[in-house]
Every structure is written in C-alpha cells, then in structure tokens.
C-alpha cells in the first residue's frame, strides 16, 4: 500500500499490494507529527463542546430539552457533513488542502463564538459551524494512518497511539473547559479551542510533507504494480473514485457491512444520551454546570487506560468479535454511570465506559483502514462516521418526550440496555458470519506475520 521508513529504509512485504515495517515495535515516521495535530485540535473540541454548547443551553439560555436535541441534532449532522467534505478533500485533492481547510475552520469557527449574542438561534446556529470544522478534522484519527502503514501490527499500534491522546484529551480538555466555566462566562471555553487550533498548525504542515511523500511513493509503486488496478474494490488507473465507490466498497466487503451494521445499531442506544445527559447532572445528580467538565474528565481517563490497553491485544485478536463484545462492555459502562442518583457511581460509570471506548476506537480504526483501498478510505470512513451519527441523531426527538412521559434517567438506562443488548443479539444472530470474520481476520494475522 504504502511504504514505511525505518533506518534501513522500505521493507517489502506483505499487504495491500506495499512495503510494511521489519517485525519491531517502531511506529512509521510522522506518527508523533500525526498524533500532535489530532491531540491538539481534539483538545480543543473537548474543552468547547459540552460546556460551550450544551451547558450553555442548560446554565445560562434555559433551553429546553426540546432545543438541547435540537443542538445536539443539529451538530451530529454537520459533524456528518464535515465528516463527508473532509474525506472528499482528502480523497481528491489530497493531505496539504484538507489539513489547510480543517484548520483554518477551526479556528474561526471558535472565534465566532466570542462576537455573537447569547440566544438560543446564535448558539444553535455557532455550533452548526463547528460542528462541520470538527467533522473535517477526525480525517486526522480515522484515514491519516493508512497513509503511514497497511500493516496490521503498525496500524494497531498507531491507532491505539491516537486514541490515548484523543482521550487524554477528553481528561484535559473538560477540565480547562470546566476550569474556565468556573470563572468565565461559559462561551469563552471556545478562545481554548482556537489556541489549540492555531498551536496544531505547525505539526500539520509538518505532517503533510510526510504524507505527501509517502503518497507519491505509493502512487509510483501502483504504477509499477500490475496487478495493483485490479484490487477489489479499487479504481483502475488513472480513473478518480467517486463516493458511490465508497459506500459500494463498504457494502461489498463482509467486514466493513458488519462494522457499519453493528455500529449503527448500537450508537442509536447513545443518542439519547445527549439531549439528556446535562439534565441528569441538574436533576438527579444534583450538581453545578463545572461537574460536566470534571465526569467528563473521568470519562477520559479510562479511555486513556484502554487506549493503552489496546495497544497489547494480541494480533490474533484484532477481529469483529473483540469489537462487538467490547461495544457490549460499553453498555455495561453507561448502566454504572446513569443506574443510581449517586455521583461516585456516575464517575465509576464513566470510567467503565470510558475505558471500553478506548478500547473500541483504534480497534474499529484498524479494521476499517485494512479493508477500505487507500484511494477511498477518507470517503469510507465518511460512509462509516455517517452512519454512525446518524444512528445516534435518531433518538434525539424522541428522547425528550420520552424523559416527559417516563423521566430522564429511566430513558437514560433504557438507552444503556440497548448498547448494551444489541451488539449481543448482533452476535447471535449472525453467528456463522461473525465466526467466518473471525477466521479471515485470524488467517490475515498469519499472513502478516510471515
């Protein structure tokens, strides 16, 4: 696919058609470039988006629950679109441009928030903008580190790199948010988020000139490949693959439909989550607004905890079973969080659930970038992120109503239950072809580390 520079230079072996690293624990050259500008422009979404937006809703406008879906509707779908726009600049005008557009949205996106008045239209309507900005910049987690790798020991290990400091920037960035709520007016945790966007500019630049190479070095090797056009799923040469190659690619192979299939399901449990989740703080955990920051945090260190974790799961199984049963895990994590009026429950619960996603993110990452061909993946990963948003953006309207009729936290562990049954009930009814994934992925394991 790609190739990986080691001191020794490209190592020929096995993959999509490209060179792999030697059998080391080394990461790929720009790597570190790589996680510093995911780190630092997460950081910033994470010390603005639940403070910034929601608990500005809640704490200072008093939107109703019916606005806070609303909002959290509204920023699922231009994370969506965002999501869609940057994986078709990446995809066709490639790293410099993309990385250029992400960036600078960012940082005016968060800008804008320090000159509108606070209403619930100027709030809805701000967040709508960085809620395209964000969506642009998870290129950076999901496609940039197939570009780097197609190994599966090297994406693992990359993945599982990106994930420790995207959740380490869920510890910090709600606690600068919170810190900064506890002072200020809480729209200001939006000047946060820029600084964090203008301070990844420098290894984003870096990072392109990496990239940049290794895509040229790829596209020389396609070329000098013959068989490399007649890849499944691939365009030939000279031909620019369109997004209905992406979401033919993600349906054609058995993995990414199932990838796709069990997320979908599962992430619809969450989206009841949002609309609700600042007014479990209020009303049945009996705390101020700064505690969204502080759980939140709690959140983050357990996603540090199995990030790391991750990056010592056997080869044998990276595979769709361990994804769907740690998506189960997960349900079992929001149970804890929401289940009692307690708030030392609620931090366990974010905890739990925090060390499951850690877990679920490089995992799903690494499976995703081994089945999607390179020249699609920023648009498959846009079908996958669509999916799964929009999954979670369902329950939105119907969560309100729902809390009116039943209460908050009863919708609250009824949303659990579904993350948590659902992926179960995933596996056993599609037994024989979750046993067959298993077996390709094992068999891939082996070839690799031949």
């Not at 919170?178 to 000047?191: D, K, S, Y």
């Not at 992430?267 to 502080?294: C, K, N, Q, T």
């Not at 905890?351 to 970038?369: D, E, H, K, R, S």
Request: net charge positive; aromatic share 8%.
């Amino acid at each position: 696919m790609v190739p990986v520079w080691s001191a020794a230079g490209p190592q020929v072996a096995h993959g999509r058609g490209g060179p792999v690293p030697d059998r080391d624990q080394s990461l790929p050259r720009g790597t570190l470039l790589l996680v510093a500008t995911r780190f630092l422009l997460y950081l910033g979404v994470q010390a603005a988006y639940f403070i910034g937006i929601i608990g500005t809703l809640t704490y200072e406008v008093g939107a109703s629950t019916w606005v806070l879906a609303g909002a959290v509707g509204f920023f699922n779908l231009f994370i969506i679109l965002g999501n869609t726009a940057g994986g078709t600049l990446l995809d066709v005008y490639g790293p410099r441009v993309h990385s250029a557009v992400a960036i600078v949205a960012a940082v005016v996106t968060s800008l804008v928030f320090q000159v509108v008045p606070l209403t619930v239209a100027n709030v809805l309507i701000t967040s709508m903008a960085f809620g395209f900005a964000t969506g642009m910049g998870f290129m950076y987690l999901s496609a940039y580190p197939a570009y780097l790798t197609d190994d599966a020991d090297a994406l693992k290990r990359v993945n599982a790199l990106l994930s420790v400091v995207s959740n380490a920037a869920v510890v910090v960035g709600p606690a600068v948010g919170g810190a900064i709520a506890t002072v200020l007016p809480a729209q200001r945790v939006f000047l946060a988020a820029a600084v964090f966007a203008v301070a990844a500019f420098v290894p984003a630049a870096l990072l392109v000139e990496r990239v940049l190479r290794i895509r040229a070095a790829h596209v020389r090797l396609r070329a000098l490949t013959p068989d490399a056009a007649g890849a499944e799923g691939q365009a030939a040469p000279g031909s620019r693959p369109t997004s209905a190659d992406s979401v033919r690619t993600v349906f054609a192979a058995p993995s990414l439909a199932l990838l796709l299939g069990v997320g979908v399901l599962a992430y619809a449990g969450y989206g009841a989550f949002d609309p609700l989740e600042s007014l479990f703080y209020r009303d049945v955990l009996h705390v101020d607004i700064s505690w969204m920051g502080w759980l939140s945090s709690a959140a983050g260190v357990g996603s540090v905890a199995g990030a790391l974790l991750a990056l010592r799961v056997p080869r044998r199984y990276v595979n769709v079973l361990t994804l769907i049963l740690l998506i189960a895990l997960q349900g079992v994590g929001c149970l804890l969080y929401v289940g009692t009026p307690e708030v030392v429950c609620a931090f366990a619960g974010q905890m739990l659930l925090g060390c499951a996603f850690g877990m679920v993110t490089p995992l799903q990452n690494t499976l995703v970038q081994m089945h999607a061909p390179l020249e699609v993946l920023g648009r498959v990963n846009s079908v996958m992120n669509a999916g799964f948003s929009g999954a979670g953006a369902l329950p939105l309207f119907a969560a309100p109503g729902l809390a009116e009729v039943f209460g908050v936290q009863r919708v609250l562990i009824g949303a659990s239950l579904v993350v948590l049954v659902v992926p179960l009930g995933y596996v056993a009814l599609r037994r024989r072809t979750v046993v067959a994934l298993v077996a390709e992925e094992r068999r891939r394991g082996e070839v690799g580390a031949g």
